[in-house]
């Protein structure tokens, strides 16, 4: 069967098709369609492995962790950044092994289309010393993430499978069965200290050399394999290496130059020292095409300084590639051309202005009332907006940083919100500090800063804006989605029970769509002291919108509009926007786009917003 | 033959639905082809991108990314994005682009100044071969577009059969709006 499916998409196929048994996941741009994939295959078929998105991404990796070491076939799946939050237990397990196939898959962003930080997750494989495979296409994903089970399983060890957006999101045919082949395995776990646990200095300093042995008979595996491809021409004075997506561009590009060498990798680490010996040794320059860190390069510059090799290393670390971003063709073509003293770098493009689309929340979005209700409370309570530090979080929420709210100071990493508004707060300012955090966020890694600021007293007002979902990253369901919404007969867990638990000072629920009201709970909490939670709660307007219909929409009087733009200064709704009418300008409202949430209503003074029907 | 058409504009505007019917109508007929969405922040009003990548040797190895200079088509839906994306144009290709910007609430506040089609056409102008306006004047729009798009596509042929095949909404409406691009009149 053929299918057009991404990158994403493949690593689900070829997990199902190596039978996986158990996977667990986070969403995170651009990893979640993986997870969501396999899902959605679960939901259409009986026989399916257990798949779940967990509380954060050290919870998925524990959760696999688990089932791997029940000689299952495990998958972990998140962003670069849920690898950070995953470390602690990545670099624990990656000591002690694995007996079933345990794969990690990580997704990088160069370029950083998705927002947070160009991290190069390839250094993991080096920190925690893990073999990696960096598949550049649909059908060499699709085929190596079943080679990482079975090198799992061979070596011992999880094998981290890393993407870049190019290749998770990027789509092609790929002729497949599209099935899950399950493998009758009976859980086994043989009970090991030594090798399960790291109490005492012993067993940690022996798992240390057995990963490095582990590590070391990969290197036999690649060579017999057809992951790394070595093309070596005699007599080429050029030899171009390059990784996963890069693979590709070369082949675009190298059929144009004669006489070069390529290496093109799939099985980045370890490097393939080996092989590179006599390559290092034969040629006057190697080119290094790998984008983020000069991981490859700085491997094989050592491997040359160490083996007394005066071959020349191109890369990033002697400017013939830029540190930082994306490559595109342009930076290929033009680090090929400076190599081999050949071909051109092409044309310079065309320069044009850059304008910028603002994001914002979506029309009818609840976090539009809550940001608005805390703007009209910072004024109520008598202090001045530009006084009152804001925290944001990871998540939706976070657009609050942008017109014309203009809320959110800060943003740091998931649930990092509420620990920061501590800081803040004891550094001495004299105005309210805040912390807005979505309620996956909070879920994810909120609880343990809320905890903090309990035990030891702290003086903040954390708003929780709950929409029942994880939004940005594709509505997936968390712990406080609605119960009759959980599939498979799923729980849900009582954030504000948990919260009360905890013991803050103050607590209470509003209504973001109820602007008095919340007004009024939020600027009393404003002048509070202590610990206050305020949990904003409405369902997210894009999901809610598939269960059911938002009933007549607002819509403006274009007599009485006078044009104040006080609605859309307020509310800064996607579906408010000028038209001409008569002689004058006035505001108008998209009937296409109206959610009917009513908060441009609340915002006109002179009567024109009114709801239809 | 390598060809690559980059599609552009924001969140709601239909880019994803007509750069998957390109992909879906190459695939069809027999190019190997790469297809690539930038959605990040779409449902939020974000700038939107589609990167398709074609070849008639299916062996031909290619990467998914239209770099600057690398597209021989640019369909733009939204006026800002489309000369965001100049850069991208090849020398001599054919730009086709909505008469149309979205106006991001903090631009109506700040008094921003957006481009209107005067400037598209400056900035495009002087490398571009076909630069080709279309006003919305039909709904839906990026079916309108895609027909107008269709009369300067060599590969356009049997276009349709893809769009009856995989349209799966409103197909009628669809398909009427696209017939009216392909019979738009430009003065190209
Ligand atoms: S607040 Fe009322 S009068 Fe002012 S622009 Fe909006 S609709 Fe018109
Ligand atoms: S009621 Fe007003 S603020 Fe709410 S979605 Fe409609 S136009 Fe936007």
């Known amino acids: ?16 098709a190596a039978g996986v048994d158990l996977v667990a996941g986070y969403p995170g741009t651009p990893s979640t369609e993986a997870l969501t994939e396999i899902i959605r295959f679960s939901s259409e078929n009986e026989n399916a492995p257990w798949v779940e998105w967990s509380t954060n991404e050290k919870v998925a990796f524990d959760v696999a962790t688990g089932a791997a070491w029940s000689g299952k076939r495990a998958l972990a799946t998140m962003k670069m950044s849920g690898l950070n939050v995953a470390l602690d237990s990545v670099m624990s397990v990656a000591y002690s092994g694995t007996t079933g196939g345990f794969v990690l898959y990580v997704a990088d962003d160069p370029g950083a289309e998705a927002g947070m930080p160009e991290q190069d997750s390839r250094l993991c494989a080096d920190l925690a010393g893990l073999p990696m495979l960096e598949p550049g296409n649909v059908l060499e994903t699709y085929e190596l993430t079943q080679k990482a089970f079975e090198l799992s399983e061979k070596v011992g060890a999880p094998v981290l499978l890393r993407l870049v957006t190019s290749v998770s999101h990027g789509e092609a045919e790929l002729e497949a069965d599209f099935a899950y082949h399950l493998r009758e ?12 646990t790291k ?77 590179f010996l006599p390559l290092l040794r034969d040629h006057e320059s190697l080119l290094i095409l790998e984008e983020l860190e000069p991981v490859l390069e700085k491997a094989l510059r050592s491997q040359a300084q160490a083996e007394g090799l005066p071959v020349k290393i191109l890369g990033k670390m002697d400017g013939t590639l830029p540190r930082t971003g994306r490559y595109g063709l342009k930076d290929i073509r033009s ?25 914002t929340f979506c029309s009818g979005c609840p976090h539009r009332g809550t940001y608005m209700a805390l703007n009209r409370a910072i004024k109520k309570a008598g202090f001045k907006k530009k006084d009152v530090l804001v925290t944001g979080d990871i998540g939706c929420t976070i657009l609050g940083m942008n017109g014309p709210f203009d809320s959110c100071w800060t943003e740091v990493s998931m649930g990092s919100s509420i620990g920061l508004a501590q800081g803040f707060a004891r550094s001495g300012f004299d105005t309210p500090v805040v912390a807005t955090i979505g309620d996956s966020t909070f879920f994810h890694a909120g609880l343990p800063p809320l905890i903090n600021a309990v035990q030891q007293r702290a003086d903040i007002l954390v708003i929780i804006l709950d929409n029942g979902w994880t939004s940005m990253t594709g509505f997936q369901v968390n712990p406080g989605t609605e119960e009759s919404l959980q599939p498979g007969g799923r729980r849900r867990v009582s954030m504000d029970a948990l919260i009360q638990a905890v013991g803050v000072d103050y607590f209470e629920v509003i209504k973001p769509f109820d602007q008095d009201a919340a007004v009024e709970a939020l600027a009393g909490a404003l002048r509070m002291k202590g610990v206050r939670v305020l949990v904003s709660r409405e369902e997210c307007a894009l999901t809610r919108e598939r269960r059911k219909s938002f009933g007549p929409g607002y819509s403006i009087d274009q007599e009485k509009c006078t044009f104040c733009k006080m609605c859309l200064r307020e509310s800064g709704c996607t579906a408010l926007s000028p038209v001409q009418y008569g002689e004058k300008t006035v505001m108008s409202i998209d009937p296409d786009l109206c959610r009917s949430c009513g908060l441009c209503f609340t915002c006109c003074k002179f009567g024109a917003i009114s709801r239809e029907g | 033959m390598l060809k690559s058409v980059f599609l552009t504009g924001v969140g709601g505007q239909g880019v994803v639905t007509i750069a998957n019917l390109l992909s879906a109508h190459l695939q069809d007929s027999g190019y190997k082809v790469t297809l690539i969405h930038a959605t990040g922040m779409a449902q939020r009003g974000g700038r939107v991108t589609s990167e398709i990548r074609y070849s008639d040797d299916r062996d031909r190895p290619f990467g998914p990314r239209i770099s600057s200079g690398g597209a021989d088509y640019i369909i733009g839906m939204d006026m800002a994005e489309t000369v965001n994306s100049a850069s991208f144009l090849k020398a001599g290709g054919t730009l086709v682009f909505q008469n149309y910007t979205l106006l991001p609430s903090t631009a109506v506040l700040n008094k921003e100044s957006f481009p209107d089609a005067e400037e598209v056409k400056r900035v495009f102008a002087p490398f571009t071969g076909n630069l080709v306006e279309v006003e919305p004047s039909v709904r839906p729009v990026n079916m309108f577009v895609l027909g107008v798009f269709a009369r300067y596509w060599p590969e356009a042929e049997r276009l349709e059969e893809t769009l009856s095949k995989k349209l799966t909404k409103r197909v009628e409406e669809n398909l009427t709006a696209f017939h009216r691009g392909r019979d738009y009149r430009t003065e190209a």
């Open chain 1, 185 to 196: 395995t009976t859980p086994y776990h043989n009970r090991d200290i030594t090798r399960y």
């Open chain 1, 1 to 16: 069967m053929k299918r057009i499916v991404s990158g994403n998409q493949a690593l689900a196929y070829g997990a199902l």
């Open chain 1, 335 to 359: 680090a090929l051309a400076a190599a081999s003293g050949t071909g051109d770098a092409g044309p310079a493009p065309a320069s044009a202005t850059a304008y910028r689309h603002t994001i």
């Open chain 1, 199 to 275: 109490a005492g200095s012993k067993i940690c300093v022996d798992q240390h050399a057995d990963l490095l042995k582990r590590l070391d008979s990969c290197e036999e595996i690649y060579e017999s394999s057809s992951w790394n491809r070595f093309e070596i021409l005699s007599g080429a004075a050029l030899c171009v290496v390059s990784s996963g997506v890069m693979n590709e561009y070369v082949g675009e590009l190298l059929p144009a130059y004669s006489h070069v060498s390529s290496v093109r990798l799939t099985a980045t680490w370890p490097v393939e020292k080996k092989r």
